[in-house]
């Protein structure tokens, strides 16, 4: 018999934490982040995340006219690539949870000229404030792995999609290579904290992304999780030998 009073728990990196406080904790890494997250991202991947989202950009057959959401865009580099394919007559919306990743993605874009088709909402992924079969394509960047309730989120994607319309899913993996995943370890737990301490003065919050990686669901699984939120044509690409993947799933 379950106490009545008894609250239901998820992980916040390797923590087991209540379920109502993770999207608080969430928050204050992101809050501590957004400064500098752009710099950190190309120094922690080398400058290799510019290749994942753009293969990303490829697989979303985005076209003149079209309406595309950003859900987790943080500064924008999916935007501002959608905002030139889909042009006056389309629209991209940026979406992102966290306010202080909204108000950096609002100002660099809007620094770069991209503006005119391009909206900003701060909206939780899992209850998007959207009409169903609003959107052509919906892109979500390393993000999914920091909501609390992934399949209700894979369920509100799939509801604002047109039908037709492709969910792409860009996020950490499992790379099933003994040596690159000790390598993958070691950097993870070893280097980024240190970057991130040097460069956003923040340790603790590179340690949580880190294990936030590794706390994530499998290829296999995050397949099966989208085709149980009603995808169809599911799959996936590997990227540097499964350190991170794309998804993708159509709504019938």
């Known amino acids: 018999m379950t106490d009545k009073h008894s609250k239901e728990t998820t992980h916040f990196g390797y923590k087991t934490v209540d379920r109502d406080d993770k999207q608080k904790l969430v928050a204050e890494v992101f809050q501590s982040v957004a400064g500098k997250y752009d710099l950190m991202n190309d120094l922690m991947s080398m400058g290799v995340h ?75 992924a899992e209850d998007l404030p959207f009409a169903d079969n609003t959107f052509d394509c919906i892109t979500i960047a390393f993000g999914l792995r920091n909501v609390t309730d992934k399949d209700k989120a894979l369920r509100s994607m799939n509801r604002v999609l047109k039908p037709g319309g492709r969910l792409l899913v860009l996020e950490f993996s499992k790379t099933d290579n003994p ?3 000790k390598l993958y370890d070691a950097y993870s737990f070893t280097a980024l904290p240190v970057m991130g301490k040097l460069i956003a003065d923040d340790a603790e919050s590179y340690r949580y992304l880190a294990e936030s990686i590794r706390m994530h ?32 799933g159509i709504k019938p």
């Open 50 to 124: 510019r290749l994942w989202k753009r293969f990303t950009i490829e697989m979303s057959a985005a076209r003149p006219g079209q309406k595309i959401l950003d859900i987790a865009g943080g500064t924008g580099d999916l935007t501002a690539k959608f905002s030139k394919i889909v042009g006056e007559q389309g629209l991209v919306v940026l979406a992102d949870i966290n306010d202080a990743m909204l108000e950096v993605g609002r100002d660099k874009l809007t620094d770069a000229g991209v503006c005119g088709n391009v909206d900003y909402v701060q909206a939780n």
């Open 179 to 181: 040596l690159l995943s």
């Open 217 to 248: 669901p499998d290829q296999d699984t995050l397949e099966q999780m989208m085709k149980s939120a009603g995808f169809v044509q599911t799959g996936y690409h590997n990227m540097t030998g499964g350190v991170v993947a794309l998804h993708k």
